[in-house]
């Protein structure tokens, strides 16, 4: 296939063709160093200018305060689901909200430090919609509250946080960081894998207010939040091929017009699917709910297999790849990360209609 096709993949996804074609451009020769970013050593002044440029892209995007370090490292979310309670589980006690695969795999690693309560759990219904919370059921003191606030394989999202008061709030934003704007002082620790929504596979993002660091003695070095905040991300080789695509995203960002531009975007993008899904006899969507329905991944589904088959291998045809659902769901699921251009969504909308047409 030479040409370009709408990639719908759940992660690693979509990337900005302009941030493809900059790196392409610099494949050979970073900056006139003679050598590419792949070859650059992580102790050069270019590269760090290039980590820092990174850390402060990603802050003034996120706006997040002095009091917070950004860390880039390794391991994906699935690390951190293991690193965030051995280094914040003071008293061996944390508050979750089970609202699909990611969270239950969050849980099960914070179990191995201490006690979890789940304080909301949508299970019963296929994790199709975010539970009600009720701050009463929390405990007061917990080592932190923890939500997944965009589930990527049921298309929920939770970004109305509820009072938690002095308990510090941390979230798995894998796959919706710099979706829409949000507060960042209202979270203690933020963290996810950067294949969904800003970069390639191999970097792991981490923003961490720094009264939380350094709590727990004794925790294996690379394990250690401290050693990567004193030591700027690189106490050893950082992902620095990651972590430069995550620059020139960053900038594109801020390019167009920050956060709050793609916002926009994002929820016009969104609708333009879930009203063509809403708006047809043969397709459902997983979450019926429109509040708790996530900007960012759409699983959806007609009630024959056939038909979702029979779509699929058509949509492929029409060059949308990648949107077959999760196996925990069926069906099908539309990713649709900032990266994913509007035309990509019309162009599924227009085909869920014309299907909708032939074949209801
Ligand atoms: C993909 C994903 C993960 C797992 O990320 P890895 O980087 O593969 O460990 C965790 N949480 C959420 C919400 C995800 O979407």
Known sequence: ??????????GPAVLPEAVLKAAAD???????????????????????????????????????????????????????????PMNLMKNKKVDFVNTGVWSKKAIAEAKKFG??????????????YVPELDPASF??????????????????????????????????MSSNILS???????????????????????????????DLVGQIEGIPTMLDYKTHVENGSMFNTPPTWGIYILRL?????????GVKYYEELNKKKAKIVYDAIDNSKLFKAHVTAEKDRSLMNIP?????????????????????????GHRSVGGMRASIYNAMPIEGCQHLADFIAKFDKENA
Not at 68 to 74: A, G, P
Request: negative net charge; aromatic residues 10%; contains cysteine.
């Open 249 to 257: 995203v960053f900038d594109h960002m801020l390019k167009l017009g």
């Open 300 to 324: 959806f589904f007609t009630d024959s297999d056939d038909l979702n088959k029979k779509f699929l291998k058509e949509a492929e045809a029409a060059d949308m790849v990648n949107l077959k």
């Open 115 to 128: 006690q979890v309560n789940i304080v909301g759990d949508s299970s019963d219904k296929t994790f199709s």
């Open 180 to 210: 829409e704007e949000f507060d960042m002082t209202k979270y203690a620790l933020i963290y996810g894998g950067a294949q969904k929504n800003i970069g390639p596979a191999g970097v792991t993002f981490v923003i961490i207010r720094e």
């Open 26 to 84: 610099e494949m050979l020769n970073y900056h006139g160093s003679g050598m590419g970013v792949m070859e650059l050593s992580h102790r050069s002044s270019w590269y760090q200018e290039i980590i820092d440029s990174a850390e402060a892209g990603l802050r003034k995007l996120m706006n997040i305060p002095d009091n917070y370090k950004v860390l880039f490292l390794q391991g994906g979310a699935s690390l951190q689901f293991a690193m965030i």
């Open 139 to 172: 405990s007061k003191d917990a080592d932190y509250f923890h939500v997944t606030s965009n589930n990527t394989i049921y298309g929920t999202k939770l970004m109305d946080l509820p009072c938690t008061g002095d308990v510090p709030v941390v979230a798995d």
């Open 1 to 10: 296939m030479s040409k370009r096709v709408y990639n719908f993949s759940a």
